[in-house]
């Protein structure tokens, strides 16, 4: 079982900055990608950002430029560092890993979420 805990949430003015981080733990013997997903109330959860393990990285449109995605993975960790942040980036960020872990008789393949941090961007 792998468990994700997020953390680096909270209100920040327009134009301020935040970094998110993600933590996983558990049996990994991989991991494939990493990303961070948002979610705004009565919208779909959609992709902010991503990372491969070879180090390429991909960003919606909304927030190339303003946000940047990196990882430690030695330490199985993802950050989001956003800056320029708009009311609209408002949302609760998810964290989200591919990977393989070990489980009884071998190894499986693996998706799993964090619990969500709350981003507001507010005056």
């Known amino acids: 079982q792998v468990q994700l805990v997020e953390s680096g949430g909270g209100l920040v003015q327009p134009g301020g900055s935040l970094r998110l981080s993600c933590a996983a733990s558990?049996?990994?013997?991989?991991?494939?990608?990493m990303g961070w997903y948002r979610q705004a109330p009565g919208n779909q959860r959609d992709l902010v950002a991503g990372?491969?393990?070879?180090?390429?990285?991909n960003y919606a449109a909304s927030v190339k430029g303003r946000f940047t995605i990196s990882r430690d993975s030695g330490q199985n960790l993802v950050y989001l560092q956003m800056s320029s942040l708009e009311p609209g980036d408002t949302a609760v960020y998810y964290c989200?890993?591919?990977?393989?872990?070990?489980?009884?008789?071998?190894?499986?393949?693996?998706?799993?979420w964090g619990q969500g941090t709350q981003v507001t961007v507010s005056s």
């Open positions: 990372i491969t393990s070879g180090g390429s990285t």
């Open positions: 989200n890993i591919d990977g393989t872990a070990r489980v009884p008789g071998g190894v499986q393949s693996f998706t799993a």
């Open positions: 558990g049996r990994i013997v991989r991991i494939n990608a």
